[in-house]
């Protein structure tokens, strides 16, 4: 299932060595790679229809991917992961969890599944099916508990139905969401040196 586990706040010298970490993989990626994503965002014309304050442009290694946000059906959810993205906290994480004819999970600057931003979300379920592009919000036992964690669907999920949020759907790019690195099925889609997401942006922010 497509559940993050919450863990106790990092201590000061945690955070202070995460941040590094992180700090050096943007490093390592992000000068040509953030480059990049910002042209290749401005090189995007949004299909006409989509409302750019509420498209995503998500930029992976392959190139952008847009995602049509559904604040009709999770107004709160999508106001959430509007807020983080333009305080850009999305930029540089990974796909720590992704099963093959499943989905791709992402979200958790820790990178392990056991993180977020620190603000939950409360469940906002609908009965739109989960299907191939559908993007929705991962969360641990308790209904109430999604934060900044996420994922984006390879195929239809009926298991899924009612149980999680979804608050977006994949509307371009597609086949750049299928080649984001797979996960071991032995270790439940958990993924070894992972890709990641180079940048989201609200559409609307791109000049």
Same mark, same amino acid.
């Given at each position: 299932?497509?559940?993050?586990?919450?863990?106790?706040?990092? /201590?000061?010298?945690?955070?202070?060595?995460?941040?590094?970490?992180?700090? *050096?993989?943007?490093?390592?990626?992000?000068?040509?790679?953030?480059?990049?994503?910002?042209?290749?965002?401005? *090189?995007?014309?949004?299909?006409?229809?989509?409302?750019?304050?509420?498209?995503?442009?998500?930029?992976?290694?392959?190139?952008?991917?847009?995602?049509?946000?559904?604040?009709?059906? *999770?107004?709160?959810?999508?106001?959430?992961?509007?807020?983080?993205?333009?305080?850009?906290?999305?930029?540089?994480?990974?796909?720590?969890?992704?099963?093959?004819?499943?989905?791709?999970?992402?979200?958790?600057?820790?990178?392990?599944?056991? @993180?977020?931003?620190?603000?939950?979300?409360?469940?906002?379920?609908?009965?739109?099916?989960?299907?191939?592009?559908?993007?929705?919000?991962?969360?641990?036992?308790?209904?109430?508990?999604?934060? /900044?964690?996420?994922?984006?669907?390879?195929?239809?999920?009926?298991?899924?139905?009612?149980?999680?949020?979804?608050?977006?759907?994949?509307?371009?790019?597609?086949?750049?969401?299928?080649?984001?690195?797979?996960?071991?099925? /032995?270790? @439940?889609?958990?993924?070894?040196?992972?890709?990641?997401?180079?940048?989201?942006?609200? *559409?609307?922010?791109?000049?």
């Amino acid at each position: 299932m497509t559940k993050s586990t919450k863990r106790p706040k990092k /201590s000061m010298k945690f955070k202070s060595l995460f941040g590094r970490w992180r700090m *050096a993989i943007m490093a390592l990626f992000g000068i040509t790679m953030a480059t990049a994503s910002v042209n290749q965002a401005q *090189a995007i014309k949004l299909p006409e229809g989509l409302d750019p304050e509420n498209t995503l442009i998500l930029t992976l290694k392959d190139g952008p991917v847009m995602i049509r946000l559904r604040p009709d059906l *999770a107004p709160k959810t999508v106001a959430r992961i509007k807020e983080l993205t333009r305080q850009k906290f999305y930029d540089g994480i990974v796909f720590h969890r992704v099963i093959e004819g499943f989905m791709a999970q992402t979200g958790d600057p820790r990178g392990t599944g056991t @993180g977020g931003s620190g603000v939950n979300v409360p469940a906002e379920f609908t009965d739109t099916p989960f299907i191939r592009g559908t993007v929705g919000m991962a969360r641990a036992a308790s209904p109430n508990s999604g934060d /900044s964690q996420f994922f984006i669907c390879f195929a239809k999920a009926d298991n899924l139905n009612g149980q999680y949020t979804v608050f977006g759907q994949v509307v371009a790019g597609m086949e750049l969401v299928d080649r984001i690195k797979k996960g071991s099925p /032995s270790l @439940g889609g958990q993924v070894s040196q992972p890709d990641l997401m180079i940048s989201m942006r609200v *559409a609307a922010d791109v000049k």
